[in-house]
């Protein structure tokens, strides 16, 4: 875990992900992107992965979960992510703890956030993410 942190931290990735085959993936793109990409072309990829990542709220824990990683350090998490990464069994760490992750702009909740933090169907919300 804290060689992935290392790097997620010094090249400023958003993603970095420990294979379970030992192979470390880095990745910039901003949201879930990576994710959903990692997940469309092997459904099977993450399984049993560690993840270093940015940012992670109730979607994104959501997708790791069903995905079936099993360990999680987020430098920033929300609050409504931790009963889902509970539930599943991840083990997890953060830097720092939100109540929710805000918009591009930071005016407010993301959308994405806003639309699923009342949502218990976690396999829902991997289906509507990953299609």
């Given at each position: 875990m804290e060689k992935i942190k290392e790097i997620r931290n010094k090249k400023n990735a958003s993603l970095v992900v420990a294979y379970q085959n030992g192979t470390i993936e880095e990745y910039y793109q901003e949201r879930i992107i990576d994710?959903?990409?990692i997940l469309k072309e092997n459904p099977e990829a993450l399984k049993q992965s560690i993840v270093a990542d940015k940012v992670v709220g109730k979607v994104a824990a959501s997708v790791m979960a069903v995905a079936g990683i099993s360990k999680l350090?987020?430098?920033t998490l929300s609050k409504i992510a931790i009963p889902v990464l509970e539930q599943?069994?991840?083990?997890?760490?953060?830097?720092?703890?939100v109540d929710y992750i805000k918009n591009k702009d930071q005016t407010?909740?993301?959308p994405m956030e806003?639309?699923?933090?009342?949502?218990m169907d976690v396999n829902k919300i991997y289906k509507e993410m990953v299609k």
């Amino acid at each position: 875990m804290e060689k992935i942190k290392e790097i997620r931290n010094k090249k400023n990735a958003s993603l970095v992900v420990a294979y379970q085959n030992g192979t470390i993936e880095e990745y910039y793109q901003e949201r879930i992107i990576d994710l959903v990409s990692i997940l469309k072309e092997n459904p099977e990829a993450l399984k049993q992965s560690i993840v270093a990542d940015k940012v992670v709220g109730k979607v994104a824990a959501s997708v790791m979960a069903v995905a079936g990683i099993s360990k999680l350090h987020a430098n920033t998490l929300s609050k409504i992510a931790i009963p889902v990464l509970e539930q599943a069994g991840i083990i997890y760490s953060y830097d720092s703890l939100v109540d929710y992750i805000k918009n591009k702009d930071q005016t407010g909740m993301c959308p994405m956030e806003n639309k699923y933090q009342n949502e218990m169907d976690v396999n829902k919300i991997y289906k509507e993410m990953v299609k």
